[in-house]
């Protein structure tokens, strides 16, 4: 694949990330504020979501701009300090609904979630902790994944450059 199909193919991913995002975040919010059981297609959506995920993240890795991945770090970084600030805060709901809306964090605890709960079969509150633990990792461990991908592309220009 040339250069310049894999940078169409990581913005490309990029969309469809945010798209699956808003679109599953909002399915998310919504069965949260009615009830606790998620449909199917919520499951499978926020499915979706991790494999775009995954997808992008393996485009980056190969061709992922320093602006792009700057640019996704600092999102990333955000969205860690949003979350941050929603348990200082404490749970009102404008800025929780706010927070869920314009972050990963309602995919990855769903996601999370399900593995523990339907994966390893821990119930109620150990389930909601483990899952809660996980979604925080799975956060900051992208987060110090890009930054990684950042500082490689960095010292790769200048190598290019010299």
């Known amino acids: 694949m040339t ?6 193919l990581t913005i490309a991913a ?30 499978a959506m926020t499915g979706l979501w ?10 980056l890795y190969f061709y992922g701009g320093r602006r792009l991945l700057w ?6 970084g955000a969205c860690g300090a949003l979350l941050a600030a ?7 709901i404008l800025f929780a ?3 869920y809306g314009i972050t990963p ?15 390893l079969g821990l119930p109620g509150k150990a389930a909601d902790t483990t899952a809660l633990v996980l979604t925080v990792a799975l956060i900051a461990g992208h ?13 790769e220009a200048k190598r290019t450059s010299a």
């Open 3 to 8: 250069e310049k199909t894999g940078k169409r």
């Open 14 to 43: 990029l969309l469809a990330w945010i798209v699956l995002q808003l679109y599953t975040g909002f399915d998310i919010i919504v069965h949260s504020l009615c009830t606790v059981h998620y449909l199917a297609r919520t499951v």
């Open 50 to 59: 991790l494999l775009s995920l995954a997808a992008l993240d393996a485009l």
């Open 71 to 76: 640019e996704l770090k600092w999102y990333w």
């Open 86 to 92: 929603l348990f200082l805060v404490g749970r009102l």
């Open 97 to 99: 609904v706010l927070v």
């Open 105 to 119: 964090f309602p995919q990855m605890l769903l996601a999370s979630y399900l593995l523990v709960e339907k994966g």
């Open 143 to 155: 987060f110090l994944w890009l930054c990684r991908l950042e500082r490689r592309a960095a010292e």
